[in-house]
């Protein structure tokens, strides 16, 4: 009997993997969105399956000629669900930004670039809204209504600020 487990045990244990082997690297520093859908095929899927509302898609139209950085991992569940959202939305909305900066973090949430202390990075996945190098406002792991609608009250509440 103890023969029979040990070889029972053997041959289960050959089939198996540590979890550490099987675990995906997490990417860092600048990332494309081709590489990011290639190397992560999580945040395509997401991309594929999400569907911008036409309100969102509507008011998204008002973060043309902005900037956007985005902090983020590929390790976090928050990003992965906001990432593609995001992406989809500048691509179905047909937006121009200025410039569009993907930033992957490692598992401290840092970058070799320090775009993390750059831009005082607490969560992920943080999303920064930039008018030149005037940042508009943030998204910090969720957004409040909605991106879009968050992204565009963030433009809207800078032109309706007095001048100083």
């Known amino acids: 009997m103890y023969r029979i487990l040990c070889c029972f045990f053997v041959i289960f244990s050959a089939g198996c993997t540590s979890t550490e082997e099987n675990k995906i690297e997490p990417a860092v520093g600048q990332i494309s969105i081709q590489e990011l859908f290639i190397d992560y095929p999580v945040f395509k899927q997401s991309y594929q399956s999400y ?23 590929t390790w976090c569940h928050d990003s992965e669900r906001e990432i593609p959202r ?11 930004l200025s410039s569009l900066t993907l930033r992957a973090l490692n598992y401290s949430k840092q970058d070799p670039a320090g775009m993390h202390h750059k831009y005082n990075l607490e969560f992920t996945p943080t999303i920064i809204l930039l008018d030149g190098e005037k940042e508009l406002g943030r998204i910090v792991e969720v957004p409040r209504l909605s991106l879009g609608e968050d992204l565009a009250a963030f433009v809207r509440t800078t032109k309706n600020e007095p001048s100083k």
Do not use: C
Request: aromatic content about 2%.
């Open 51 to 73: 569907q911008p509302s036409q309100r969102e898609l509507s008011l998204a139209k008002h973060l043309t000629g902005k900037s956007l950085v985005v902090l983020f991992g």
């Open 86 to 96: 995001l992406l989809k939305l500048l691509d179905e909305a047909e937006i121009e």
